[in-house]
């Protein structure tokens, strides 16, 4: 992809919480139109990088650009974010949050209404439509959250973990639907633990260990440098016992 301006581009990123520094010293790029893995354990920096990318954290250094620029939300790209806490209004019904923030995206209220009905069916909610939010499984939550995020069909979609706590059934229908925007034409940051969607959906990664960079390049590129190793013997060889110290906590 040389020569390619990219639309996400950190350049030497580092972040500091007092004298703590979880980022040390990033850089990559995400380019228009591919799932780009956003890979590692626990802790490793994932979330804190998102963050700052999207404002949310100042950075101690470097820049965070998307489409060559900080990051603002009438910053003229349009972006879903799908964090890794979900926050959706618990008292309020499936099918009114969804309308409010189909509008709030700038959505007509029809569109608004005609996306999310078809979305409920095709997640197999349509059911919930007028359920409250509280009173729907996580998993369900979650499903109506990622709707949510790619409502008006935005051009750049972060998602933080979207399949997490899901059975194969519902995992492989969510992957479908990310599949599909990305047939659209979206760009799409996956976070994800669960390599097999990676070996599916992705076709650069990058791996953070400590706040830095430990892998990054194309699945293939990746794969020759850990001597043709699967993306899952590659975490594992990578993190090797983190995760499971974080099991143990």
Do not use: W
Request: proline letters at 3%; glycine letters at 10%.
């Amino acid at each position: 992809m040389t020569g390619e301006k990219p639309i996400v581009s950190v350049e030497h990123f580092k972040m500091a919480f007092g004298d703590k520094e979880v980022i040390s010293d990033l850089s990559f790029e995400v380019f228009r139109g591919e799932v780009f893995g956003f890979l590692g354990s626990n802790g490793s920096g994932k979330t804190t990088t998102l963050r700052a990318l999207l404002g949310l954290y100042e950075p101690t250094g470097g820049k965070l650009l998307i489409n060559g620029k900080p990051y603002t939300v009438d910053g003229g790209i349009s972006l879903g974010y799908l964090p890794e806490e979900r926050g959706l209004y618990k008292k309020e019904k499936v099918l009114d949050v969804m309308l409010y923030f189909g509008e709030l995206k700038g959505m007509t209220r029809p569109a608004a209404r005609e996306f999310s009905l078809k979305y409920l069916e095709r997640v197999k909610l349509s059911d919930k439509a007028h359920t409250r939010i509280d009173k729907l499984s996580g998993g369900q939550q979650q499903k109506v959250q990622l709707g949510v995020t790619i409502m008006n069909e935005p051009e750049l979609l972060i998602l933080d973990e979207p399949t997490k706590g899901f059975d194969p059934v519902n995992r492989r229908l969510l992957m479908n639907i990310v599949e599909e925007r990305k047939k659209a034409g979206a760009t799409i940051v996956f976070v994800t633990h669960q390599m097999e969607e990676v070996e599916r959906l992705c076709s650069r990664v990058i791996l953070l260990k400590d706040g830095a960079a430990r892998a990054y390049g194309t699945l293939a590129d990746i794969k020759k440098q850990f001597s043709g190793a699967s993306m899952d013997d590659i975490f594992v060889k990578i993190y090797g016992g983190e995760e499971q110290e974080a099991e143990d906590e």
